[in-house]
């Protein structure tokens, strides 16, 4: 298994630019996430997924939006990049929610965006 | 709003020593804690967890300890190592299936 893959690895956009970050898992996993990480510090859900066809906003949703048509696949949109959306950003996975070791999150290697 | 914290945001170890990351966290409605070491330039990468129902966990040379009481969660590296040196996340959850995450804590390892 490949696990969580990311493209792409890097990305420069300038302010207005629009992108979409892949995100694929291939662990059959229910659960999919998207996080953004400033420097120096901690996660921040953008937004997240517990099925095909079903998504909800996180903590910090505004300026991104997502799909989620498949299982292995879960997109991230930026419609009019900002500075602020200067980030990593890292995709995340996890089976089913309470289970044994369900509830463990599995993440790609991730995406350094700089919005200029 | 509820949130994870860490008390101490750089931590220099020798190698060999052993290591102990702190964590607090409020939500007295979690019940799943996982520590998380991120490598520089990489993803967040698992490894170890407890759920409220222990109070004790042990892996190859970590152990994760949860105090319920004082809402304290630590994990202790046993001799330490240069492969150490990351920065570690402590995490929550409560409702649904999202981990609520600290600011992170660096190690730094000594030769």
């Known amino acids: 298994n490949a696990g969580v893959t990311q493209t792409p690895k890097f990305r420069i956009l300038k302010i207005g630019q629009s992108m979409t970050l892949q995100c694929a898992q291939d662990?059959?996993?229910?659960?999919m996430y998207w996080y953004r990480q400033d420097p120096g510090m901690g996660l921040k859900l953008i937004y997240y997924s517990v099925g095909a066809g079903i998504t909800d906003k996180g903590e910090v949703p505004n300026g991104y939006n997502v799909s989620r048509s498949t299982t292995e696949d879960f997109p991230l949109r930026l419609e009019l990049a900002a500075p602020s959306q200067t980030s990593v950003y890292f995709c995340?996975?996890?089976?089913?929610?309470?289970?044994?070791?369900?509830?463990?999150?599995?993440f790609g290697p991730g995406t350094r965006l700089t919005v200029l | 709003g509820e949130s994870v914290g860490l008390h101490l945001p750089t931590l220099s170890v020798q190698e060999g020593d052993n290591s102990i990351i702190n964590c607090a966290y409020s939500?007295?409605?979690?019940?799943?804690f996982i520590w998380y070491k991120q490598e520089s330039g990489k993803g967040p990468q698992f490894i170890i967890d407890i759920r409220s129902n222990m109070d004790k966990r042990q892996g190859q040379r970590v152990t994760v300890l949860l105090n319920k009481t004082v809402k304290h969660l630590s994990l202790q590296i046993a001799a330490t190592q240069p492969g150490d040196s990351a920065v570690y996340f402590c995490a929550e959850k409560a409702a649904g299936n999202k981990l609520t995450f600290g600011g992170g804590t660096r190690v730094l390892v000594k030769p």
């Open positions: 662990m059959n996993h229910n659960y």
């Open positions: 939500n007295s409605a979690s019940d799943y």
């Open positions: 995340a996975s996890s089976s089913y929610a309470g289970t044994s070791g369900g509830d463990t999150q599995y």
